[in-house]
């Protein structure tokens, strides 16, 4: 039997070999290299600045500390995500306001957004009444960015500030209609966009994160609490002696991304268009063989949109099948094929359930993520492992249909 991994990352000679230049250089920290993958990440997503850090948590967590989100503040965040989307804002002691998903992207949906805003307002969430909401903290969910003309109304509407969690969406990028310009993730489309390299993401450092922005100054307070909020002056605020000298101006973090991390980097950035296109023919490949099965929804398109494909997701249409999803998992894992799921929602976690959310504060996520199913999708795919997982899905959805 062919056994096919949920994930394999694409590592190759130049990413090695640029590695052990590091361990050889005597200089393994942050240094010349960060440097560079910071510019030729800025470059690649069209941001004027980027700050390198060792996870997207550490980007998320900074992009919010440089906007001084404060205590008591609350701030709309999808509860269709990942532990650390929302986890920055307790670190801050705000208060997430989770949102409940779209049925068919399961990405932020912003009527919800409006109504939650309302229910904040009434005292009607586990949320103290009348806490300030400062911003909005969308996820590009699997790597389909979020309507972004609908994100900027909805901030500007509010006076929210918006922060991306694109740990998925590298490279993506929207366009509000056929005629207009793509803007790249990243490009300016909120006040910070945070990226992932975790050793799973679309490209990887092992671990490794990036914070982007258009604000000088917000740059470069991330930069400062990235490495203990000290300065090394490089705005001359201070007489500064020498190389050793510096200022502790902040309660700041050990964020900063090492150069050994950043030598794998460089060369998975240079690589990041090639393996989008590499995951996107695998997603044409699923889409194709499953276009018969109408027991599955298969995930969603947008013509404005260019897709990261970081997931390739599908629903289970339960009147259709006589399996639920955590048997059509397993069945899957027998027959070799290593899947996950995006994700179990927030709201569904001891954590949030203890702060007071319930599944009727968020009905769509609540019932949609009991179907769904995350397939095998990276760069080095080969045919015969797409071939097996779709015949494995093939197999099993004529086998369970009602
Ligand atoms: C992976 C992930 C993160 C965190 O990324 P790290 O680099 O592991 O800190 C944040 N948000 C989402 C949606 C993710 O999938």
Redesign the pocket.
């Known amino acids: 039997m062919l056994k096919v991994p949920f994930f394999r990352p694409d590592i190759r000679d130049d990413e090695i070999d640029e590695v052990a230049a590091v361990l050889r250089s005597g200089w393994l920290t942050t240094g010349p290299r960060a440097e560079r993958f910071e510019k030729d990440f800025a470059a690649a997503v069209g941001a004027r600045h980027a700050v390198a850090v060792n ?6 967590h900074l992009a919010v500390a440089g906007l001084d989100l404060q205590p008591g503040d609350a701030v709309l965040v999808p509860a269709m ?5 929302a986890e920055v804002v307790l670190y801050m002691g705000a208060h997430p306001v989770l949102v409940d998903c779209d049925p068919q992207t399961l990405a932020l949906d912003f009527e919800d957004a409006e109504q939650k805003l309302a229910d904040l307002a009434a005292g009607r969430l586990p949320v103290p009444a009348g806490a300030r909401c400062a911003g909005i903290l969308p ?1 590009h ?1 699997g790597g389909l960015m979020v309507d972004v003309g609908k994100l900027r109304a909805f901030a500007e509407r509010h006076g929210l500030w918006t922060v991306e ?1 694109a ?2 969406a590298f490279p993506a990028a929207w366009r509000p209609d056929a005629a207009a310009p793509w803007r790249r993730c990243g490009e300016g489309t909120s006040e910070v966009t ?1 990226f ?3 050793a ?2 679309t490209i990887t450092t092992g ?3 990036m914070a982007v922005t258009g604000d000088e100054e917000l740059a470069r307070r991330m930069r400062s609490l990235s490495l203990h909020g000290l300065s090394n002056d490089a705005w001359g605020r201070f007489e500064v002696r020498g190389a050793w000298d510096y200022r502790i101006l902040a309660a700041g973090y050990k964020y900063n991304l090492t150069d050994v991390a950043a030598a794998i980097g460089v060369h998975q950035l240079a690589r990041a268009e090639e393996m989008r296109r590499a995951r996107e023919a695998v997603a044409a490949a699923y889409d194709e063989r499953f276009a018969g099965l109408k027991e599955l929804e298969l995930p969603p398109r947008r013509a404005d949109r260019v897709h990261a494909w ?1 997931v390739y997701q599908v629903k289970l249409r339960p009147e259709a099948l006589r399996i639920d999803r955590d048997a059509f998992l397993a069945e899957l894992g027998e027959r070799g094929v290593g899947t996950s799921v ?1 994700y179990r929602p927030l709201h569904l976690h001891p954590l949030y359930e203890e702060r007071g959310w319930r599944p009727e504060d968020l009905p769509v996520a609540s019932e949609v993520w009991r179907r769904t199913v995350s397939l095998p999708i990276f760069p080095g795919m080969r045919d015969d492992e797409v071939g097996a997982v779709a015949d494995a899905v093939t197999d099993l959805v004529r086998r369970y249909r009602r």
């Open positions: 996870s997207c948590t550490a980007a998320l995500t990942f532990a650390a989307t996820v969910l969690d740990a998925h945070c992932s390299f975790y799973n993401k671990e490794g994160g970081h995006h």
